[in-house]
């Protein structure tokens, strides 16, 4: 797209017993593209949610790596009334040095995953860390945050 942007609004609300497993397929901006994507997530006692999200620097195959135009994406997750998760990204080539530390860093895709449970155990944060320990070619960060109950 020459002009214009795409954009997409995803809303969701979880209850008691409820489980979601929000996994999209990778975000690939083209070049010349212009991506907007804004999601919210309000979850209650006893529901859980897993999310992922991918993204690519581009069609990397076809040399269109940080060719596109922009890239707006945010996630926010609500715990009742509670804001417990805010993840706000802005990705402009033209502006940014987008291979650069505190961006891609020399890579070509960046991934999300988040796991919200107010009932989770310590011992699959600990597995989850043990398996992508093993990884190769990746950098990764666990972060727990406080129980809600």
Known sequence: MKVGKAVQ????TLYEGAFL?????????????SFYSSTVCRLTEGAALIYSDILAA?????????????YRSGMR???GKELIFL???FLNPK??????????EGFTHQASLGIFYDRMKDNLI?????????VE???FGISKAKNTV
Do not use: C, H, M, W
């Open 9 to 12: 609004y995803n809303s969701f």
């Open 21 to 33: 497993d929000y996994d999209p397929k990778p975000t690939i901006p083209f070049a010349d593209s």
């Open 58 to 70: 581009g069609r990397v195959k076809r040399g269109e790596v940080f060719r596109f135009r922009e």
């Open 77 to 79: 997750i609500y715990y």
């Open 87 to 89: 993840e706000n990204q």
């Open 95 to 104: 502006e940014q040095s987008l291979e650069q530390i505190g961006f891609f």
């Open 126 to 134: 600990n597995k989850l860390y043990d398996i992508l320990e093993t």
């Open 137 to 139: 070619d990746i950098q």
